[in-house]
């Protein structure tokens, strides 16, 4: 990687400030002066720092963020704030993007990443990874609606949903209740309940797999994923971490 690029993926300036920091002699690479923009370094095994810090470096990013409504599941909207107009600068510079969506009025848990491969196996159905919403429904949801959900929805589309697991928390005039499923068509947890005769009027995502929305982080807050946590989805996902 060029150094250049290496110093502006890590927040230490555009391009053009980077060049000056090397010009003026702040950047060593293996405790020697490194002036030229254009060198090649393999942070993984050379020791870069500019004014005797040494920069850590890393690819790839991963973030949960507790999605308030209101905000769009996506990296730039010309009318809306987006989930990555949340993000500190810090961690904006990585040109992360949401893994999958929540619908814009939808809160909880989104991961938000620049790992296009874990992204992509954390989304495909193929994998079958289940996702927990919590909803308030209007109207009572019964046992009769679990199995219907258990043998598959048919949508407004002709579409049959995959066998889903609905558990029912609350019933009556309005209800409350778990969901979980391992597709993410448009509006699906809606839909759902919409082809049963009833509707949403509250949605949040509480869980992918047995990774679970963080319950210290308010609406709108954000943090690293552990160590742990990261290897848990790499494990879901059958990938080498």
Not at 92 to 109: I, S, Y
Not at 150 to 174: H, M, N, R, W
Not at 181 to 195: L, P, S
Request: aromatic residues 8%.
């Amino acid at each position: 990687m060029r150094i250049d690029k290496l110093l502006a993926n890590m927040g230490y300036g555009t391009r053009k400030e980077v060049k000056q920091l090397l010009k003026s002699g702040h950047v060593r690479v293996n405790n020697q002066v490194e002036k030229s923009p254009k060198t090649h370094v393999n942070p993984n095994e050379e020791e870069v720092s500019v004014n005797g810090e040494v920069v850590e470096y890393k690819e790839f990013i991963y973030l949960m963020l507790h999605k308030p409504d209101d905000v769009v599941s996506a990296t730039e909207d010309s009318n809306d704030l987006t989930v990555i107009d949340i993000l500190q600068p810090e961690d904006a510079l990585f040109d992360p993007f949401p893994v999958g969506r929540l619908d814009k009025d939808t809160e909880g848990l989104l991961l938000i990443t620049n790992d296009g491969q874990l992204s992509h196996r954390l989304t495909t159905p193929k994998k079958d990874i289940g996702k927990t919403y919590f909803a308030h429904i209007e109207g009572e949801v019964t046992e009769r609606d679990v199995e219907v959900f258990q043998a598959g929805v048919c949508l407004d589309d002709g579409y049959v949903t995959k066998p889903s697991f609905l558990e029912i928390e609350k019933t009556g005039p309005q209800s409350e209740i778990k969901l979980t499923i391992t597709e993410g068509k448009y509006h699906q947890v809606k839909r759902m309940f919409e082809a049963v005769g009833k509707r949403v009027t509250y949605l949040k995502r509480l869980s992918i797999g047995d990774l679970h929305l963080d319950p210290d982080l308010e609406l709108g807050e954000y943090r690293e994923l552990s160590e742990a946590e990261i290897s848990y989805l790499f494990q879901l996902t059958n990938l080498d971490h």
